[in-house]
C-alpha cells in the first residue's frame, strides 16, 4: 500500500503524509500464499473480464494490497473503486470507496457495505 500511496503522491504535502504514515502504521508484507492467491486471481479476473495484460500488470498491487488488509480484518479505502469492485467479485472484503472531490467525503450506508461519495 505505501509502495502505491507514495507512488500516486501530486504534491509535498501528500509525500510527507505517507512517509509518516509509514512510521506510524503497521506495515505488512505479502507471504509466499498471498502472491500465489493474487496470481490465481489475476488468472481468474483474465478469463472473466477479458483484460489484457497491462491492466492485469496494474492490478496486481491491488490483489496484493486487497489478500493483506483482508489478512488483518482492515478495510481497503480507495479512490479506484472499479478496480476494487473487479477484485470483490472474486475475494469477498470490506471496502470503502472514495468518489470524487478528495477533500470533501461523505459517507452513506448502501445495503451492507460502506460506499464513500463527495
Known sequence: ????????????TERKFVLELSQRCQVLTPTEQQWL???????????QEHYEAAKLRDLAFDVLITLSARSIGARVITTNHEDFRAIQQELPFHLISCVGNRDRVE????KNEVLVES
Do not use: P, V, W
Not at 500500500?1 to 509535498?12: I, K, N, P, Y
Not at 493474487?38 to 478469463?47: D, G
Not at 459517507?107 to 448502501?110: C, K, L, P
Open 107 to 110: 459517507i452513506q450506508r448502501i
Open 1 to 12: 500500500m505505501l509502495h502505491e500511496l507514495l507512488r500516486g503522491a501530486r504534491t509535498a
Open 37 to 47: 492467491k493474487s496470481a490465481e486471481i489475476l488468472h481468474r479476473l483474465r478469463r
